[in-house]
């Protein structure tokens, strides 16, 4: 069983900073595909980032030279690293896992089993 558990989530102006993290448990990590999924109030989660083994890393476009996502692997922490912050960013950020995760799918949703409760990110304009 995998357990998640983010933290991180703040308040700040658009043009700020943020560092995600997510604490990973219960599975071997380096085989382990990891995401970052976004979900604002009336919207569908989405995917915003993606990372097996701290490498094959997948963006959105949305935050495309913005946002970096990266592994410690002796910690088994997951980081979101958010610079030039937009109001547009604002939701509840979660982590995602599952053991295998076929490329076109890294952003999906459904290709996760593991979640998460989430971390609030809140960028004021």
């Known amino acids: 069983q995998v357990q998640l558990a983010e933290s991180g989530g703040g308040s700040v102006r658009a043009g700020g900073s943020l560092r995600l993290s997510c604490a990973a448990s219960g599975a071997p990590y380096k085989s382990v595909c990891m995401a970052w999924f976004r979900q604002a109030p009336g919207k569908e989660r989405e995917g915003v980032a993606s990372t097996v083994s701290d490498e094959r890393l997948i963006y959105a476009d949305s935050v495309k030279g913005r946002f970096t996502i990266s592994q410690d692997k002796e910690k088994n922490t997951l980081s979101l690293q958010m610079n030039s912050l937009r109001p547009e960013d604002a939701a509840m950020y979660y982590c995602?896992?599952?053991?295998?995760?076929?490329?076109?799918?890294?952003?999906?949703?459904?290709?996760?089993?593991?979640w998460g409760q989430g971390t609030q990110v809140t960028v004021s304009s």
């Open positions: 995602a896992a599952d053991f295998w995760v076929p490329f076109s799918a890294r952003l999906r949703q459904t290709a996760y089993l593991y």
